[in-house]
């Protein structure tokens, strides 16, 4: 089992572009959740995914999209960067109803 | 401003001694509260995952205490190792929404020989 695994680990984007990450969730599991985690701090909740439907969405603006595939992989895009978008994203997947999360590796996301 | 503080920023330990890192939240209704071992560069581990009847829990060196009622946490590292030089953070869930997770910032832990 390869765990989580997400793509690309590191982007380099400039700001107004557009960016599409990519997360395939843990084996068995059917809910995806992406985060950003800005250096130093911990991770901001940026929503959750189930059934291919958003489920929940933290504070962060329309700019920031994500799909759920049938097959329980993700994407999360974010429009008209910002310097301030620059973190690391992270996803988690988890079974539905399981209380434990498992992250994957992050990408790395530096805009300039 | 965030619902869940932990404290210290960071430490240095020497190998071989104990650490013990505080986390206070103000997350209501509470569900669980988590503690995650983060190496650089990687996401987050689970450590250990503790609800409200627990007071608690262990995983090897690392033992994690809940009291509910003052809304503190801690988690202590016995006989640190170099491999625990990490950031750790911790998680509380709120309610009955398990997706709504607050982190802390994370208390960054530094072991050396």
């Known amino acids: 089992d390869a765990g989580v695994t997400q793509s690309p680990t590191h982007l380099i984007k400039t700001r107004g572009q557009q960016v599409t990450l990519r997360c395939s969730p843990k084996s068995g599991h059917d809910t995806v959740s992406w985060y950003q985690q800005a250096l130093g701090q911990g991770p901001q909740f940026i929503f959750q995914?189930?059934?291919?439907?958003?489920?929940q969405r933290g504070n962060f603006p329309d700019r920031f999209s994500g799909h759920q595939f049938p097959n329980y992989s993700s994407e999360l895009n974010v429009n008209a960067l910002l310097l301030g978008d620059s973190a690391l994203y992270l996803c988690?997947?988890?079974?539905?109803?399981?209380?434990?999360?498992?992250f994957g590796p992050g990408t790395r996301l530096l805009v300039l | 401003k965030n619902q869940v503080e932990q404290s210290p920023q960071s430490l240095i330990i020497l190998e071989g001694k104990n650490c013990t890192l505080q986390c206070n939240y103000t997350v209501s209704p509470f569900s669980n509260l988590r503690w995650y071992k983060q190496d650089t560069g990687r996401g987050p581990v689970s450590l250990t995952i503790m609800t409200f009847s627990e007071n608690t829990k262990s995983n090897g060196r690392y033992t994690a205490t809940l009291d509910a009622d003052t809304k503190q946490s801690s988690l202590h590292i016995t006989a640190s190792q170099l491999s625990d030089s990490a950031s750790y953070i911790c998680?509380?869930?709120?309610?009955?929404?398990?997706?709504?997770?607050?982190f802390g910032a994370g208390t960054t832990v530094t072991v050396r020989a």
């Open positions: 988690a997947s988890s079974w539905t109803g399981a209380e434990t999360q498992y």
């Open positions: 995914y189930y059934e291919e439907e958003e489920r």
């Open positions: 998680v509380v869930s709120e309610g009955s929404n398990d997706y709504k997770l607050s």
